[in-house]
């Protein structure tokens, strides 16, 4: 079985930056992409950022130029720095990885961690 476990959200002051990260376990073998998405209250889950295996990236509008994400591959982590936080990034945020290959030869083609409340005050 495959999990993703996320850890760095809290509370932040407008224009404050915190780091979220989400590491991989189970006996995976690869994976492709992972992502970061969010859902604030009363909202649909959006998407936040993406990054490939091969590290190509794409970010929603509202965050480029603030918010990086990085990952290793080794490791199976991915990150999310996000920088000059706005009230308008409160929300729950998710880590996202898929599809994802197991050892066994097993395929999953989502993963979904339990999610991490990120609040940002004005």
């Known amino acids: 079985q495959v999990q993703l476990v996320e850890s760095g959200g809290g509370v932040v002051q407008a224009g404050g930056s915190l780091r979220l990260s989400c590491a991989a376990s189970?006996?995976?073998?690869?994976?492709?992409?992972m992502g970061w998405y969010r859902q604030g209250s009363g909202k649909q889950r959006e998407l936040v950022a993406t990054?490939?295996?091969?590290?190509?990236?794409n970010y929603i509008d509202s965050v480029k130029g603030r918010f990086t994400i990085s990952r290793d591959n080794d490791k199976n982590t991915v990150s999310l720095q996000m920088n000059n936080l706005k009230p308008e990034d409160t929300a729950v945020y998710f880590c996202?990885?898929?599809?994802?290959?197991?050892?066994?030869?097993?395929?999953?083609?989502?993963?979904w961690g339990q999610g991490t409340l990120v609040t940002v005050s004005s």
């Open positions: 990054i490939t295996r091969g590290a190509s990236t």
């Open positions: 189970g006996s995976i073998f690869s994976i492709d992409a």
């Open positions: 996202n990885a898929g599809p994802v290959l197991t050892t066994t030869l097993r395929r999953y083609s989502q993963v």
